[in-house]
């Protein structure tokens, strides 16, 4: 662990690359069993007679392998937390298209905003814009996450 950053560290149009996560069929059912089992996430079969044509990823899976990436990459050096009220959330999630087996994720965060919180005047909310695009280029998941990182301590 490095210097610890705070919320004034993040500022609004830093670009951060979160690195990439190779989807594999096991994922991809291990994930549709647990949390979202319908047919196209669970059996190649199934998946070729619906319109995906083909075994696809859970829109919940993709956006679990964002925050992974967000989390492992941007996090570990963060005075990031939630209060007792909780994270703030995440606002405008997209699917935007199928992710399958075999394809390599990147994940990218973009800071859009730096806002005092108004429960906890001790943390800003760090509005962030995420993005996961395959090997192609297209983007599969956009979202904004709204993340709750500690202000500097007075006496730093």
């Given at each position: 662990m490095g210097r610890l950053l705070y919320a004034e560290d993040y500022e609004k149009g830093a670009r951060h690359d979160l690195g990439s996560h190779k989807v594999t069929a096991e994922e991809i059912v291990t994930f549709g069993?647990?949390?979202?089992?319908?047919?196209?996430?669970?059996?190649?079969e199934a998946g070729r007679a619906s319109s995906f044509g083909g075994l696809i990823a859970s829109g919940w899976n993709t956006a679990a392998i964002w925050m992974r990436l967000y989390v492992t990459t941007?996090?570990?050096?963060?005075?990031?937390?939630?209060?007792?009220?909780?994270?703030?959330?995440?606002?405008?999630?997209?699917?935007?298209?199928?992710?399958?087996?075999?394809?390599?994720?990147?994940?990218?965060?973009?800071?859009?905003?730096?806002?005092?919180?108004?429960?906890?005047p001790d943390f800003r909310i760090i509005r962030n814009r995420g993005r996961l695009l395959n090997a192609d280029g297209a983007e599969v998941l956009t979202l904004i996450l709204n993340a709750r990182f500690r202000c500097r301590p007075k006496n730093s």
């Open positions: 069993r647990t949390y979202d089992p319908q047919p196209y996430h669970l059996d190649e941007l996090l570990p050096d963060a005075a990031a937390e939630g209060t007792v009220e909780g994270s703030p959330g995440v606002d405008e999630l997209r699917f935007l298209h199928p992710v399958r087996p075999g394809d390599v994720l990147t994940g990218t965060c973009e800071i859009v905003a730096s806002l005092p919180s108004l429960s906890a």
